[in-house]
């Protein structure tokens, strides 16, 4: 990224891997003696499995989750070294495609199962797999039924070199609900019969309970990123990202003049408007608009919080910073997202979570790494 590239930029997300390698190492030691991997799908969750993948193999992370072929071929090019595991697991008839990058599927029926057991019997040899049983999320994973079905074939086990079993959390986030614990009670019920093989529950939030829920292997993926969605209290991770807009002019508008489309915010004084290049297109999700359903998003602009008025559109935002000393100009970067703006924040603002903010936010804004060589 050149001073060039910078200047231009309509909006920058500055990513900082030495903090993002803190968080991993933070996570290690919470969940030491029980080893710590990285959840890397989506592009790690937006913000460049090309740059995260590399930071977090030289910080000494060896096992890797990522959801599709495609990023599995991405993160082999990362890293060449890591253990890799494919949560979607087997596309029916693309076994082929996994083992040329030597990824390990996470089986979550028995379909897959018996189709990866197939080819192994094919080729002549054991192949690596996961178990995911379900314990009570009912999205992926084996059901208590398949399990005794599959523990019940000695065959297809037996061509099949499991390398974990794993399963997923539905409360992480709420350490007082009792599903917590139902499910850690299932996940061990189903573990017991399967053959033996290290195992792994918790993602970030479920890390935070304790080690009754760390196992062999934690898989967090938000907290990496500095989100914090656990309700338990604070976690050890800081902010990862900052994501800055241009403001591209600054104009008066008069008391009773409206603001933006549908007109839904009339200036109430004699107002300043800033105008900045960021909009729904740049994932700055439509739901924080002002008025609006939800809260609404804020800016800062050097320390100070300004409040969004009218909708959010396609490329643009509008911000009332009447009175704001000193004043904004034309060409100033305002923080859409970096201290006292948490991801977690903006997206309980817009009516939804970090996550799906943090995983739309990068579409168009140029992208600096920092940090690289603090770790
Ligand atoms: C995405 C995902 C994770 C990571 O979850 P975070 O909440 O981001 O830590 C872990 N396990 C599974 C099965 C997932 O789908």
Redesign the pocket.
């Known amino acids: 990224m050149t001073a060039d590239t910078i200047s231009s930029a309509t909006g920058i997300i500055t990513i900082d891997l030495g903090a993002l390698v803190a968080n991993w190492r933070a996570l290690t030691n919470v969940v030491a003696p029980a080893r710590c991997g990285a ?1 890397v ?1 989506a592009d790690a ?1 937006g913000l460049g499995a090309d740059r995260v993948i590399p930071a977090l193999v030289s910080a000494g992370c060896t096992t890797l ?1 990522i ?1 599709t072929p495609d990023e599995a071929r991405a993160a082999r090019r990362f890293a060449p070294e890591a253990t890799i595991f494919a ?1 979607d697991g087997l596309l029916a008839g693309s076994g082929e495609a996994l083992i040329v990058t030597n990824t390990i599927p ?1 089986l979550s029926s028995l379909p897959e199962v018996i189709e990866w057991s197939a080819l192994a019997a094919k080729r002549g040899e054991r192949l690596a797999a996961a178990l ?1 049983v379900d314990s009570g999320l009912n999205r ?1 994973g084996l059901d208590a039924r398949e399990v005794q079905a599959l523990a019940a074939d000695g065959d297809t086990l037996a061509r099949l070199d499991v390398k974990l079993v ?1 399963s ?1 959390l539905a409360c ?1 986030d709420d350490p007082a609900d009792p599903k917590n614990a139902e499910q850690r009670a299932a996940f061990d019920k189903m573990r017991a019969q399967l053959p033996s093989a290290p195992a792994s529950l918790a ?3 479920g890390l935070m309970l304790g080690p009754d829920f760390h196992y062999d292997l934690a ?6 990123y500095g ?1 914090q ?1 656990f309700k338990g209290g604070p976690t050890p991770v800081q902010p990862v990202v900052r994501v800055e807009g241009r403001i591209l002019q600054v104009r008066d508008v008069a008391p009773g003049e409206t603001v933006g489309y549908s007109a839904t915010w009339v200036a109430q004084r004699k107002s300043r408007i800033a105008v900045v290049a960021t909009g729904y297109a740049d994932g700055f999700f439509r739901t924080g608009s002002h008025p609006g359903a939800h809260p609404g998003a804020v800016v800062s602009i050097g320390g100070t919080t300004a409040p969004l008025v009218g909708r959010i559109s396609m490329d643009l935002i509008t911000v009332d910073v009447t009175g704001m000393v000193p004043a904004p100009e034309r060409g100033d970067l305002v923080t859409l997202v970096g201290p006292g703006i948490s991801i977690e924040a903006l997206g309980n603002r817009a009516g939804t979570i970090g ?1 799906e903010v943090l995983t739309n936010l990068s579409r168009r804004f140029a992208r600096v790494y920092v940090g690289e060589n603090s770790a």
């Open positions: 959840v799908k969750y989750f959801a949560l996470v995911h992926l794993m997923h992480a993602a970030s939030d898989r967090p993926g938000y907290a990496l989100g969605a996550y």
